[in-house]
C-alpha cells in the first residue's frame, strides 16, 4: 500500500482523475489500459470493435504495452485468450452479435477451465437479417455456462465496471470468464465525459493475477481438460455451482473497495434503483433504456403517477433474493426485454422470466409480473414506450386483465 | 419379475464395431422369435470408436415387457450370463479411455456363466492372459480368425453368425438354435450362413475355470474423488520428468524414461506389438520422434526401447524405422508379459536375437496388415480362408 492511500478521498480524486469525453468502448479501453493486461485478442465486428482500435491506438502511441493479436476469426480470438489465461496473463476480448456466437465452443469450455477472461459484448442483434443495433440475445447466449454476466449504462459505469470485472474474475474464489456487456451504438459509440483513475489507484484496487497451482508452466506441470466420463463431469460442474454460491459475496466485497479506493459510489451492486422508495408501480430493465426510463419516470411523476424504475447491473449471478425482495413491495412489475426467448413460459423475454422465477420462490407476495419486448434490432426505447408500458402496468396493478407479454413499439 | 439375461460382447473400437452390433442384433431378433423382447446397445461411453480401443455392446433379452425396463432401468449391465471376446488378445484386459484402469474380460461374467472367446489358440493359453477371478465359470473358444473391418466396409465373414451358434448352444435359456436358425433364414437370406451357425453349435464346448484359476496379475484400483477434493479447471497433475535408469548388466545410470501415468497403460489397445533388434539399431532417434504416445524409452547405451504397457501398437515406429527389420510389428499372441526387450537384450544377447529371428518370422508384411478396405471383392476373397479355419476346428 503506498502512502497516499491515507489521503482522503475527496483529495486523491482532485491529485488522480483526469476527466475526459470519450465511448463507452473508450472507456473500457482505458481500463485495459490501466489494469496492465497482457495479452488482448481483436477480430473486427461492429460495434464492439472500437474498443479494439482505441487500444490498438494506445499500443501504437506507446502507452500501452502487451500482446496484441489479430486473430483470423472470433473462435481463435477467444482460444487465443483462454491460452494465456491459463498461462498467467491477463487478458481482454470481446466480440459482438454472431461474432460472439461464432467464439461459442470456447465461451462453452471456459467456465470450467476457471479462465478469468474479462471481455466486452457490444451487444448487437443476431443476424439474419445482418443488423448492427443492439438485442441483447447474442450475450445473454452464455447466461446457463458459468459465466458472469453485466450489463453497464454509461461511458463511466463501463470503465468502472471493467476494472470490477477484473477483480472479481480473478479472486482464487471464481476464476471464472465475465463479460461487460455494452449496448451496441447507445453506449459504444456514444461520447460522455468518464472520469478516468490513475494508475496508482488501479494498483491499489487490482492485485496482481496469480493462478497458483493452477498455472501452466513447466515448473507446475498439469495437464488440462484430458477427456472424462460420467464418473467426473458431474463433480467438476458442482465446482463450478460452488462458484455461483459465492458470487454475491464476493462481487460486494469488491464493489466496497472499489468505492474505498475510487470514492465512487454504486450502492447495491446487483441493481439500481431510481425513485422507487414511494412508488406504486416500477419498471425492471437493462443497459442504456435507463436513460429514456428516468426521464419518462420524472414526466409521469410530474403527473402523480407514482412509477420508479429498477436497472439490472449483474444478469449473472441473478441476485435473486435481493430482487423479490426488492419487487415484492410494488402493486405490480414491468419488465422491460431488449431481448426474445422464443417459446418461453408466457412467451416472455429472457429477464421476465428469471424475474418471475425469482419471485416466485423469494417473494412474500406475488404482485402480477407484464413482460415489455421493446427496442430490438437498436430501435429506441423510447419515453412515450416508457409512458405506454407504465399505463399497462398501472392497469395490471388495478387487476385489469392483460396479455403476460406484450410488444411495445412495434408497427402493427 | 419374469427372467431376464444379458449379454456383454467385448469388441475392438473401429474394426470390429458392426460385428458387434450384427452379434446384439441377432441375439435380440432370434430370441424375438420365441416370444421374448430385448433391446441391443453400445455403451459409447466405453467405445469413443479409435482404432482397437476396446468397448463393449450388450445385448438383454426379457420373458416380458416391465422385466425388460428392469434390465433397461440401468444403463450398462452390471452382471450378464454371457460374455463374448471378439479378438482374443483382448485377453489381457479391457482398458477404455476412460479413468477405469484395466479391467479383466470375466469381470462382468456371473458365476458359473460362460465366457466365449474367438481364437485360434487353446484353453489353457488363454488362461495365461484372462485374469483369475473367486467365482467358477466356463470358458469356450470359439476357433476362428480374428475379425477385422475397416471403418467403411464391413467383412462378412460369417463371425456374427457362428457366434450366435456359440451362444445358443452356451446359454440355451437365452435363445435356442432353431430360433438363430430362423432368424437368419428370415433376416440374413443366406443358407450358406445357417450351416455355419449350425456348426458353430455343434462344434463348441465350454470347459470349467476353477476358481482363482488363470492370471494372478493384481490391477490397479483407481479412486473417485469427491468434488471438494478435485483438482479446480478440469486439471490433472501432470508425470514427473523421468530420468535415467539402471542399465541390469554394469548397473550404472543413463539413458532417459519419461514418468508414465500409473493406471492408465493403454496396451489394451494393442494387437500388435513393436520387437526391435537393438543390435541393428542406428540411433536414428526416429521411432522416438514419431511415437504418437511417447513410449519409447532411451537406453543407457543409447538405442531405444519400447515401453510395452505404454505401447498401443499402432506400428508407426515400424513404418518410419529406416534400418531393415530393425522394427517388426508381431503379432500380440507370442507373448505374455509386458517386459522389456531391452533388458533382455542386456542380459542374453545371443538367446534375444535368436528367439527375434523367430518372432519376426511370424510378422505378417505391412501390406498385408492393415484392416482397411483396399479394393472392391477384397473381404470377399478372405472368407474362404476364415471358413477353412472354423472348419478345421
Same mark, same amino acid.
Given at each position: 500500500m503506498t502512502t497516499t492511500t491515507l489521503l482522503p478521498v475527496e483529495e486523491k480524486k482532485k491529485i488522480r482523475e483526469q476527466e475526459a469525453l470519450i465511448t463507452g468502448a473508450e472507456a473500457i479501453a482505458h481500463a485495459c489500459k490501466l489494469a496492465n493486461v497482457d495479452v488482448i485478442t481483436a477480430y473486427p465486428i461492429r460495434p464492439y470493435d472500437t474498443v479494439m482500435q482505441y487500444i490498438s491506438q494506445l499500443v501504437a502511441d506507446g502507452e500501452m504495452d502487451c500482446e496484441f493479436i489479430v486473430a483470423e476469426g472470433e473462435h481463435s480470438q477467444f482460444e487465443i485468450v483462454k491460452h494465456a489465461s491459463v498461462c498467467g496473463a491477463r487478458t481482454f476480448c470481446g466480440s459482438s452479435g454472431v461474432g460472439w456466437m461464432y467464439a461459442m465452443e470456447c465461451l462453452t469450455v471456459s467456465p470450467a477451465l476457471r479462465v478469468p477472461l474479462v471481455c466486452m459484448v457490444g451487444n448487437r442483434a443476431l443476424d439474419d437479417p445482418g443488423a448492427f443495433g443492439v438485442e441483447h440475445n447474442d450475450a445473454l447466449a452464455? =447466461?446457463? $455456462? !458459468?459465466w458472469l454476466l453485466n450489463w453497464v449504462d454509461s461511458g463511466q459505469e463501463a470503465l468502472d465496471t471493467a476494472l470490477i470485472s477484473y477483480r472479481v474474475a480473478e479472486d482464487r474464489r471464481m476464476f471464472v470468464p465475465t463479460a461487460i456487456s455494452c449496448d451496441g451504438a447507445f453506449l459504444t459509440h456514444s461520447q460522455s465525459l468518464v472520469k478516468i483513475p490513475s494508475a496508482e489507484q488501479v494498483k491499489e484496487f487490482l492485485p496482481r493475477y496469480n493462478r497458483g497451482d493452477l498455472l501452466l508452466h513447466p515448473d507446475n506441470v498439469i495437464s488440462i481438460a484430458p477427456q472424462a466420463n460420467e464418473d467426473w463431469v458431474m463433480e467438476i460442474r458442482r465446482q463450478n455451482y460452488a462458484v455461483t454460491e459465492r458470487a454475491q459475496d464476493v462481487i460486494r466485497e469488491v464493489y466496497t473497495d472499489f468505492e474505498r479506493i475510487f470514492g465512487r459510489k454504486y450502492g447495491n451492486p446487483f441493481f439500481e434503483e431510481y425513485m422507487t422508495e414511494d412508488a406504486d408501480v416500477v419498471l425492471l430493465g437493462m443497459g442504456t433504456m435507463s436513460t429514456s426510463a428516468r426521464v419518462a419516470v420524472r414526466k409521469l411523476r410530474e403527473q402523480g403517477k407514482k412509477v420508479g424504475f429498477v436497472r439490472l447491473r449483474w444478469f449473472r449471478p441473478f441476485a435473486g433474493k435481493e430482487i423479490a425482495k426488492c419487487l415484492e413491495r410494488f402493486k405490480a412489475i414491468g419488465v422491460i426485454d431488449r431481448d426474445f426467448s422464443f417459446g418461453s413460459p408466457d412467451l416472455s423475454g429472457v429477464v421476465a422470466t428469471e424475474v418471475r422465477s425469482a419471485m416466485y420462490s423469494n417473494a412474500n407476495s406475488r404482485p402480477p409480473v407484464l413482460g415489455f419486448i421493446c427496442g $430490438?434490432?437498436? =430501435?429506441e426505447v423510447t419515453v412515450p414506450d416508457l409512458e405506454e408500458m407504465t399505463e399497462k402496468v398501472f392497469q395490471a396493478a388495478k !387487476?385489469?386483465?392483460?396479455? $403476460?407479454t406484450q410488444w411495445i413499439g412495434l408497427r402493427g | 419379475m419374469g427372467q431376464l439375461l444379458a449379454v456383454e460382447i467385448i469388441y475392438r473400437g473401429v474394426f470390429q464395431k458392426t460385428l458387434a452390433k450384427n452379434i446384439t442384433r441377432g441375439i435380440v431378433l432370434a430370441a424375438h422369435n420365441e416370444g421374448k423382447l430385448g433391446v441391443s446397445f453400445g455403451r459409447y461411453g466405453d467405445a469413443p470408436e479409435r482404432n482397437g480401443i476396446p468397448a463393449k455392446g450388450f445385448a438383454i433379452v426379457a420373458s416380458d415387457e416391465q422385466t425388460l425396463e428392469a434390465g433397461m432401468a440401468q444403463y450398462e449391465p452390471k452382471a450378464v450370463d454371457v460374455s463374448v471376446v471378439l479378438?482374443? +488378445?483382448l485377453s489381457k484386459g479391457a482398458e477404455s479411455w476412460a479413468w477405469y484402469g484395466l479391467r479383466p474380460v470375466n469381470g462382468s461374467l456371473k458365476p458359473g456363466r460362460t465366457l466365449i472367446v474367438v481364437s485360434q489358440q487353446e484353453v489353457s493359453d488363454l488362461l495365461k492372459l484372462i485374469h483369475r477371478r473367486p467365482e467358477p465359470y466356463k470358458l469356450g473358444i470359439l476357433k476362428g480368425i480374428t475379425s477385422f473391418s475397416g471403418m467403411w466396409v464391413y467383412k462378412d465373414d460369417h463371425t456374427d453368425v457362428r457366434v450366435l451358434g456359440a451362444i445358443a448352444k452356451a446359454l440355451p435359456e437365452l435363445v435356442s438354435l432353431k430360433s438363430i436358425e430362423q432368424y437368419i433364414s428370415d433376416k440374413l437370406k443366406d443358407p450358406l450362413k445357417v450351416t455355419s451357425a449350425h456348426n458353430a453349435f455343434d462344434r463348441f464346448t465350454a470347459s470349467e475355470v476353477k476358481p *482363482?484359476?488363470? *492370471?494372478p496379475e493384481e490391477l490397479p484400483h483407481h479412486e473417485l474423488l469427491h468434488w471438494q477434493d478435485m483438482r479446480l479447471g478440469v486439471s490433472i497433475k501432470g508425470q514427473p520428468q523421468g530420468g535415467p535408469f539402471k542399465d541390469p548388466v554394469t548397473k550404472e545410470l543413463g539413458g532417459f524414461r519419461p514418468a508414465r501415468n500409473e493406471l492408465f497403460?493403454?496396451?489394451? +489397445?494393442? +494387437?500388435a506389438r513393436p520387437v526391435i533388434n537393438f543390435s541393428t539399431c542406428t540411433k536414428c532417434t526416429l521411432c522416438w520422434l514419431n511415437c504418437p504416445d511417447g513410449s519409447f524409452d532411451v537406453t543407457p547405451d543409447g538405442t531405444y526401447d519400447i515401453n510395452l504397457e505404454s505401447c498401443s501398437g499402432c506400428g508407426i515406429c515400424e513404418a518410419v524405422c529406416p534400418v531393415k527389420n530393425c522394427i517388426n510389428m508381431v503379432h500380440e499372441s507370442q507373448f505374455d508379459n509386458n517386459d522389456s526387450q531391452w533388458v533382455s537384450f542386456r542380459k542374453d544377447k545371443t538367446a534375444y536375437l535368436k528367439n527375434l529371428e523367430k518372432t519376426i518370422k511370424t510378422a505378417e508384411p505391412i501390406a498385408e496388415r492393415s484392416q482397411g478396405f483396399r479394393y472392391r471383392g477384397q473381404y470377399k476373397e478372405q472368407v474362404p480362408a476364415a471358413l477353412e479355419v472354423a472348419r478345421k476346428a
Open positions: 452464455v =447466461r446457463d $455456462l !458459468g $430490438l434490432g437498436g =430501435r !387487476g385489469t386483465s392483460q396479455p $403476460l | 479378438d482374443d +488378445t *482363482n484359476q488363470g *492370471n497403460k493403454k496396451y489394451s +489397445t494393442r +494387437t
